[in-house]
């Protein structure tokens, strides 16, 4: 390792941390894979790893340096990297920082750590969960609520290790296959082997990184409504859905409550080939334009992303229990306003990237519990359902997302 190493590490952690920014934006022009182990070997040992600094600190450790103690330890632990060289690279860091004041403290808690002077906390310590699952205590308890025989498989569920793709029409499947023959079907794509023969597919708009649930949400929407039907996709950045709409002949409104996110809508759509409408909207403010205007009105609302933790380390941190709280209001504050503008007949369709039942299927029931005219609409994928399906991680590529289908009376 080099200084850059940790500095670049330090940086990224720090927006992930302090910015709230999400580490899949933050790591996507990363080229070195060093970097990339500690960051996310730091996002996967989070809480273990800060309760051995505050355990081993004898003062409170500086967010100064945090991140550094943290990509130390880490290194130690996990990578089998030489204390010397875990040493040597913090110190340089803490020298261009201007920090050399704190050397001593650092050097003291990473050696600490290099003669395994630590422990992992009792099932008595209020932090013993935090370290087991990796998230806060609160968390836990509302996986364990929801799912009391199956909460740890769910938090302990990774990715497939894969990435999916979505191939429109036109593309030629070989070409795909030639790019990755060991590429796995699914019902809208392939699960493939991310290589540079695959990014420039995607380049070409040949086909798209989509992850799964996404593709069957827009999927069940194409199943049941009639080519030609209007759709308002009202959360759609950055456009996946909306854009797969569009390629089946559908006329689609994309629309996001921030400008620059309407633009990556746009640049989604060229790059794809397909011509869809864009606006910017709040979709929690009525507007009488577009009263009862449209065949299928898709909510694919903001969520606490709990059903996308194995790829999405970082959705974990910095939440509250009132976040979730303020997310279930402005969810059904969504579903409220945006029901306005299904035509008799037509369809509404609520979707998350969550697990939790606040956010789903709570939700759901308040709603119809105060809109009579809305009543719930068998979902055409698997098996038969009452209108809605609850899907959970289970590591072979499906993610924890909920799906719901309204009809308008």
Avoid: W
């Amino acid at each position: 390792m080099n200084n850059s190493v940790f500095a670049e590490a330090d940086e990224i952690l720090t927006e992930i941390y302090s910015e709230g920014k999400f580490s899949q934006e933050e790591m996507k022009h990363v080229t070195n894979k060093r970097v990339t182990k500690l960051v996310y070997g730091v996002l996967d040992k989070h809480y273990e790893l800060n309760y051995i600094l505050d355990t081993l600190a004898e003062k409170k450790v500086k967010p100064a340096v945090r991140n550094v103690l943290l990509c130390g330890a880490y290194s130690l632990i996990y990578l089998g990297t030489p204390p010397n060289v875990v040493l040597n690279e913090t110190g340089a860091f803490l020298e261009n920082k201007g920090k050399t004041a704190l050397k001593g403290f650092c050097y003291a808690i990473l050696s600490k750590i290099s003669r395994k002077e630590y422990v992992f906390p009792a099932k008595s310590d209020k932090r013993y969960l935090e370290v087991k699952y990796n998230m806060p205590s609160f968390l836990v308890g509302l996986f364990r609520k929801d799912y009391p025989d199956d909460f740890e498989r769910i938090i302990a569920c990774r990715e497939k290790g894969r990435t999916h793709i979505r191939v429109p029409d036109g593309t030629d499947e070989a070409e795909i296959l030639a790019c990755d023959p060991s590429a796995e079907r699914t019902e809208v794509g392939f699960f493939v082997k991310n290589n540079e023969e695959i990014s420039l597919l995607n380049f070409e708009g040949k086909i798209t990184y989509m992850s799964l649930p996404s593709a069957l949400i827009a999927l069940s929407v194409a199943k049941k409504t009639p080519s030609g039907g209007r759709i308002f996709d009202c959360c759609a950045a950055p456009g996946g859905k909306s854009v797969f709409l569009a390629e089946k002949g559908f006329d689609v409104l994309s629309a996001d409550i921030r400008p620059h996110r309407v633009e990556l809508i746009k640049s989604y759509a060229a790059r794809m080939g397909v011509t869809l409408k864009t606006v910017v909207a709040d979709a929690t403010v009525f507007n009488p334009e577009r009263a009862e205007a449209f065949d299928v009105v898709l909510a694919d609302v903001p969520c606490s992303g709990m059903g996308v933790i194995g790829r999405r380390k970082d959705v974990v941190f910095n939440k509250t229990y009132e976040d979730i709280l303020a997310l279930t209001a402005l969810q059904y504050a969504i579903l409220d306003n945006v029901s306005k503008y299904v035509k008799k007949g037509g369809l509404l369709v609520y979707s998350t990237c969550t697990v939790f039942r606040m956010e789903n299927n709570d939700v759901i029931d308040k709603f119809l519990a105060c809109h009579e005219d809305f009543s719930l609409s068998e979902v055409p994928l698997g098996e038969r359902n009452d209108g809605y399906i609850q899907f959970l991680p289970d590591g072979k590529g499906t993610e924890g997302f909920f799906l719901c289908h309204l009809k308008r009376n």
